[in-house]
């Protein structure tokens, strides 16, 4: 039986496995379907403190999990898929093999929201993508689109300008994403910004990739076929808790309800990341939250008697 699992591999989950790891309590890491977590798909982080040039997403996560390994974090490929916390030791069912464990970590994170719309799902990896640090090389000089207004889509915007002209899509009057973010894109001449708008299908071509993109303004109601082969969607995410629906408390959207610092409803069981915060989502704030549900489980351990 393990003292900590922590499920998820982000800055949450590496920075509570550091935490865990120095405290001597051989932590678990389940690096879950995205492993690195958010970072490992995003180009340069400029706000994490202690890089005065910026570092590489994927580079910081890396970082972050070899130092967790240097104290003795294990590491290892699986998602757990369903649990049982019902009664200590918690179960979990990773990949079809159940473990137990003492105390649980969950950072699983979110996951890229997507639109709904007509085409999306049937073209994603034929020109449909959520990630545009992984995709966007294969669109140079063809036809981008963006779709959303926050941090996200602007940052995807600003970098895919690198392979082509892009066009950001959003559906409001006003971007939601931070004032350095909408100043950087404004200035952007390779960027064209599509406001008000919506985009009800995406199109195959005859090749059976994408080719267009139908939108609607909301304020005409104008409806117009846009050429696009390359099409982001940048508009949120999703958290990680299927596994635990029925057993933690969740919000209406499925983020988890904190009991206190990094508290569950279940005694044991810690929250940490973006899977409960809908509010600030960030490296930094993510792996404060790690630190927390790190101390938060080996306190709880140490009442015990471990
Ligand atoms: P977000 O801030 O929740 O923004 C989502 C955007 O998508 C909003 O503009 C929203 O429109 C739009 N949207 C949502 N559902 C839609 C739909 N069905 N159809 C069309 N548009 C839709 O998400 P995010 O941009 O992923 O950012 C998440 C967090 O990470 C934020 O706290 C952000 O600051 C942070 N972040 C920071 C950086 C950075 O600092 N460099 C980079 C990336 C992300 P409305 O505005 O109309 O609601």
Not at 281 to 295: D, K, L, P
Request: aromatic share 6%; glycine share 12%.
């Amino acid at each position: 039986m393990h003292n900590v699992v922590i499920l998820g591999s982000g800055c949450a989950g590496n920075t509570a496995a550091i935490y865990t790891a120095r405290a001597g309590l051989k932590p678990l890491v389940l690096m879950g379907r995205e492993p690195g977590g958010q970072l490992s798909i995003t180009s340069e982080v400029e706000n994490f403190p202690g890089f005065p040039e910026g570092i590489m997403g994927p580079q910081l996560v890396e970082n972050m999990k070899l130092q967790a390994e240097r104290f003795g974090a294990e590491f290892r490929h699986g998602t757990v898929i369903e649990s049982d916390l019902s009664k200590r030791p918690f179960r979990l069912n990773v990949d079809g093999e159940w473990i137990e464990t003492a105390t649980l970590i969950v950072a699983t994170g979110a996951s890229a929201r997507w639109l709904g719309i007509p085409g999306e799902q049937h073209l994603i990896g034929k020109g449909v993508s959520s990630c545009a640090t992984c995709d966007g090389f294969f669109y140079r000089n063809l036809k981008i689109m963006v779709v959303g207004g926050g941090d996200s889509a602007l940052e995807e915007a600003n970098f895919l300008t690198r392979f082509s002209n892009v066009m950001l899509v959003h559906r409001r009057e006003q971007f939601r994403g931070s004032k350095i973010m909408i100043e950087r894109v404004a200035a952007n001449p390779k960027v064209q910004m599509v406001m008000n708008t919506v985009v009800d299908e995406v199109v195959a071509n005859a090749t059976g990739v994408v080719g267009a993109a139908k939108l609607r303004n909301l304020v005409t109601g104008e409806v117009t076929h846009q050429e696009v082969d390359g099409f982001f969607v940048a508009i949120g995410h999703i958290p990680n808790t299927k596994p635990f629906i029925g057993q933690l408390d969740l919000d209406e959207e499925g983020y988890i309800l904190s009991h206190g610092g990094a508290r569950t409803n279940i005694p044991g069981v810690f929250h940490a990341g973006d899977v409960q915060d809908r509010q600030y989502r960030q490296a930094i704030t993510a792996s404060g939250a790690g630190c927390m549900a790190a101390i938060e489980a080996e306190r709880f351990l140490e009442a015990e008697g471990h």
